[in-house]
């Protein structure tokens, strides 16, 4: 049995591979494509967390995947350049592999597993997933006029998952990541529905609002977990500064 868990992290990476293939190089619509490709990956998934559907930790390790995945489509549908698209899909498809692997080894193998590990790969889908989802909803805005509010919404259920995954993830107390998570919600919502109205492109206000919501994640951990210091803050805020620094020079305004 622990043969076919064992087999997860290269199934879900076929079943990926196969999905963007179809999409670059077949006539199916990739709308079923997307929901195939999503329903199959999460099925493996949910089989290898033995369908604990009552944990918080089944619905973020199938959920934290599940999103990258799903959100890697916003940015792979707008790309014009096959390589770049081909690109994408090999990153997406390795990281998942990566992800999976690890979820194999703290589930069904601990003494293999090493620590932090998760905690880390959760926090890099989930700043990417941002990332990714905000390209897109950028993009819907943009061209097919979105309405701001909408998009918000689902802006505002999304962060709140991510950010109560990730205090989770970094053992915070459930009680005491629920406040977190509801301000970082509102307060990141806020910022992406700002950042729609900058003169710049949807990849440069995807940055922006990727790094806030790195720079949130990051204070919060810190802050729940009573490890807040003057030198994080310090590093945190320097990294933040450097960055935006880097997005705006490198801007397209328009």
């Not at 999503?38 to 944990?55: D, N």
């Not at 989930?126 to 897109?136: D, E, G, K, T």
């Not at 991510?162 to 990141?188: E, F, N, Q």
């Not at 806030?212 to 030198?231: C, M, Q, T």
């Amino acid at each position: 049995m622990i043969l076919l868990y064992r087999l997860t992290s290269f199934a879900v990476s076929l079943v990926v591979a196969l999905g963007f293939a179809l999409m670059l190089f077949s006539s199916i619509h990739p709308y079923l494509l997307v929901i195939l490709t999503g329903a199959l990956v999460a099925l493996l998934l949910a089989r290898l967390l033995e369908w604990h559907v009552r944990t918080f930790q089944f619905w973020h390790l199938l959920g934290t995947p599940l999103l990258f995945l799903l959100s890697s489509f916003g940015p792979f549908f707008l790309l014009e350049s096959l390589i770049s698209k081909a690109t994408l899909a090999v990153c997406v498809v390795v990281i998942l592999f990566l992800f999976v692997e690890h979820v194999f080894s703290f589930t069904h193998l601990p003494v293999a597993y090493q620590p932090f590990t998760l905690e880390y790969l959760s926090g890099l889908l989930h700043i990417l997933s941002v990332f990714f989802l905000s390209v897109l909803g950028f993009g819907l805005s943009l061209f097919l006029q979105t309405p701001l509010w909408i998009l918000s919404l689902i802006f505002f259920l999304i962060l709140f998952f991510i950010v109560y995954g990730t205090l989770w993830v970094g053992k915070v107390d459930s009680h005491r990541a629920r406040p977190y998570a509801l301000v970082g919600a509102v307060l990141l919502s806020e910022l992406f529905a700002a950042l729609s109205f900058l003169p710049t492109g949807f990849y440069s206000n995807a940055a922006f609002l990727a790094l806030g919501v790195y720079v949130f994640l990051g204070l919060s951990r810190a802050h729940a977990l009573h490890k807040l210091s003057k030198e994080v803050l310090r590093r945190y805020l320097i990294v933040f500064v450097v960055l935006t620094l880097v997005i705006t020079l490198t801007s397209q305004w328009i």
